[in-house]
């Protein structure tokens, strides 16, 4: 097997007979695509807009546990098993794939950010700046995977601003105890 084939969209490209170095444009194209579904669900429709997003995610803000969007996950993966299962593996259901693979990439960056004792220094960065958004200016630093749309958009602090912004988060210690998603699988393991 050649370490190209070790990607899912070879797996794909091999398994379904689709052309595999498509298969890796369309889904690494809906893994980028993810990062502006994240700014306009996260910035637009939650924070700049009032849409129904916003009281889901004001949630989060009040309670930084609940960090996890647990509710989406079981319809993103119904809209993939449907896609798949009346498609195959076309295009469309492969860029489907790839964002739903930067939506749980995501979710796991996401709960590094809050929870995590040891992070990577570009791992860092990101949680200062999500703090930033937290904790100083609720309407800027809307993206949480990458700070490029925010850029975009201007909803970033200028430099000098946002590194003091930065700094001013930067002790802030990691959360400790369980998230929602912990609390929700022992919840589970209660009721049985
Ligand atoms: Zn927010
Ligand atoms: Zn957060």
Redesign the pocket.
């Known amino acids: 097997m050649q370490p190209d084939d070790l990607t899912i969209a070879g797996y794909i490209g091999e398994h379904y007979n689709s052309p595999m170095g498509l298969s890796a444009a369309v889904f690494t194209a809906g893994l980028l695509s993810w990062t502006l579904l994240e700014y306009v669900i996260h910035g637009w429709m939650a924070h700049l807009h009032d849409t129904f997003v916003a009281p889901i995610h004001a949630v989060?803000h009040r309670d930084?546990y609940a960090?996890f969007a647990i509710k989406a996950w079981l319809p993103s993966m119904a809209v993939a098993a449907l896609l798949f299962g009346v498609f195959g593996a076309a295009p469309g259901a492969i860029f489907y794939l790839g964002l739903l693979c930067g939506f749980a990439a995501y979710e796991v960056e996401?709960y590094r950010?809050?929870f995590a004792a040891r992070l990577a220094p570009v791992e860092r960065r990101l949680r200062d700046r999500?703090l930033v958004h937290?904790l100083r200016r609720p309407t800027m630093c809307l993206g949480v995977v990458t700070g490029f749309w925010d850029k975009v958009f201007g909803t970033e602090p200028l430099r000098p601003e946002l590194d003091a912004l930065c700094a001013s988060v930067r002790d802030v210690p990691p959360l400790s105890g369980p998230s929602n998603l912990h609390q929700f699988l022992s919840s589970l393991r209660s009721s049985h």
Do not use: G, L
Request: proline share 12%.
């Open positions: 989060h930084p960090v996401h950010i809050h999500h937290h």
